[in-house]
């Protein structure tokens, strides 16, 4: 698991809503202007059930994406914060896979939409 949990670091955001010993699936709330503190996941699904947009930030790389409800996409490994930059509150799931694939940052910031 990240070392840097967003559960932990962020409990007013992230709340495990599901586990086991293969995958954990995090729900994600937010409001306009909310931001969260440096956190990590791993490899990981992530559905949208809200449109938004926000501000994602990992180190000096910064990236602003809107998302329409019901996108799916994948989630790189990846270190960031973030910002609700939207007028509208942010509702996503993701299922972290526990078996990692590939190492910390290893594509962009943000999700990969197909």
Same mark, same amino acid.
């Given at each position: 698991m990240s070392t840097i949990d967003p559960v932990t670091s962020n409990p007013d955001h992230y =709340?495990?809503?599901? !586990?086991?010993? /293969?995958v954990r699936v995090l729900e994600y709330t937010d409001n306009p202007g909310d931001h969260t503190t440096p956190h990590e996941h791993?490899?990981?699904?992530?559905?949208t059930l809200t449109s938004f947009r926000r501000r994602? %930030?990992?180190?000096?790389? /910064? /990236? !602003?994406?809107?998302?329409?409800?019901?996108? %799916?996409?994948?989630?790189?490994?990846?270190?960031?914060?973030?910002e609700n930059i939207g !007028?509208?509150?942010t509702h996503v799931v993701f299922v972290e896979l =526990? !078996?990692?694939?590939?190492?910390?940052?290893?594509?962009?910031?943000g999700p990969q939409l197909t």
């Open positions: =709340k495990v809503i599901f !586990e086991n010993d /293969r791993p490899d990981s699904i992530m559905y994602l %930030v990992s180190g000096e790389v /910064r /990236r !602003e994406v809107a998302l329409d409800a019901g996108t %799916v996409g994948w989630l790189p490994a990846q270190t960031h914060h973030g !007028e509208t509150p =526990k !078996e990692s694939g590939t190492s910390n940052d290893s594509g962009p910031l």
